[in-house]
């Protein structure tokens, strides 16, 4: 694998990272606007912690360290 390679499989990593960390908010604002319509809802939405999905902080630090390793190597 070379520098490029990583450097874009790394990028891929972070971003999924990011996308099912905003997938999960967004189901979160949608079952609490739920809640809104039947009349029994608290008055902000569940914050969601980081660390929450297991995934989204694995697919984090696979990407960052991809990332590293790829900034390690020479250019061939």
């Not at 450097?7 to 809104?36: D, K, N, P």
């Not at 608290?42 to 990407?63: E, H, S």
């Amino acid at each position: 694998m070379d520098k490029r390679v990583g450097l874009i499989l790394g990028s891929l990593f972070i971003l999924m990272s990011g996308l099912i960390f905003t997938i999960e908010r967004l189901t979160a604002y949608v079952y609490w606007s739920a809640q809104i319509k039947t009349g029994t809802w608290a008055t902000t939405p569940q914050p969601m912690p980081l660390t929450d999905n297991l995934f989204t902080v694995i697919f984090f630090l696979i990407g960052v360290v991809i990332v590293i390793v790829a900034f390690q190597k020479k250019r061939q």
